[in-house]
């Protein structure tokens, strides 16, 4: 059975960088048959895509346009998880910070997910 | 981005008795080359991730009891929930694996009237 924990802080000053990492157990960010997303939810828009990475014998990266210059997603395989970086945020990127995994497209485990407030 | 809508927004509907949530995209998420729709839903109870119900538009994942069903094909799809139960109250969404950026529904809230 795969486990995501989510870990990272739930406050973050507008302008600095927003950082969660996800762990994963019973997978491995190395997968090749699987994807490792950053989804986020708020009341203003919704469950929104944010980005991936995944293994297909390189690494491969891929971000929604809404966040695209900002948006960080790494792997990080001595630790078997991987991490989002937000740069710049603002108070409109407060939102509840999911990771999950994706197999053919498909979101089929989720961490606990991380409400982060963007606020000074 | 492909636009998925949702309707109704929210509806009510009594114990035992069937609701029926619709989701029509902007275009088509069948992919000919293996004639699979790249649609997916899922349930959301508060302060849960959202669960994975069905994929392939009408696959139901291990686990899911048998009166969700998913139907559809193409930019029309339907989420049938048969008998509704008292643990089946959340909002439910549909979501597209056709293209990047992988975009969901707005949500639809099911109650018990």
């Known amino acids: 059975q795969v486990h995501l924990q989510q870990s990272g802080p739930g406050l973050v000053k507008p302008s600095q960088t927003l950082s969660l990492t996800c762990a994963i157990s019973g997978d491995s960010v190395s997968s090749n048959n699987a994807a490792w997303i950053w989804i986020r939810q708020s009341p203003s828009r919704g469950l929104e895509w944010l980005g991936r990475?995944?293994?297909?014998?390189?690494?491969?990266?891929d971000y929604g346009v809404s966040v695209k210059s900002r948006i960080t997603v790494n792997p990080d395989t001595s630790r078997n998880q991987f991490s989002l970086q937000l740069t710049s945020v603002t108070p409109e990127d407060t939102a509840v910070y999911f990771c999950a995994r994706g197999k053919w497209g498909k979101f089929d485990f989720w961490g606990q997910g991380t409400l982060v407030t963007v606020s000074s | 981005d492909i636009v998925l809508t949702q309707s109704p927004d929210s509806l009510a509907v009594s114990l035992g008795e069937r609701a029926t949530i619709n989701c029509k995209s902007s275009?088509?998420?069948?992919?000919?080359?293996?004639?699979?729709?790249?649609l997916a839903w899922y349930q959301q109870k508060p302060g849960q991730p959202p669960k994975l119900l069905i994929s392939w538009a009408s696959t139901r994942e291990s686990g899911v009891p048998d009166r969700f069903s998913g139907s559809g094909s193409g930019t029309d799809f339907t989420l049938t929930i048969n008998t509704l139960h008292t643990e089946d109250v959340a909002v439910y969404y549909c979501?597209?694996?056709?293209?990047?950026?992988?975009?969901f529904g707005q949500g639809t809230k099911v109650e018990i009237k």
């Open positions: 990475t995944y293994y297909r014998s390189k690494w491969f990266y």
């Open positions: 275009q088509s998420v069948l992919l000919d080359s293996n004639s699979e729709n790249y």
């Open positions: 979501q597209q694996s056709y293209s990047t950026p992988w975009t």
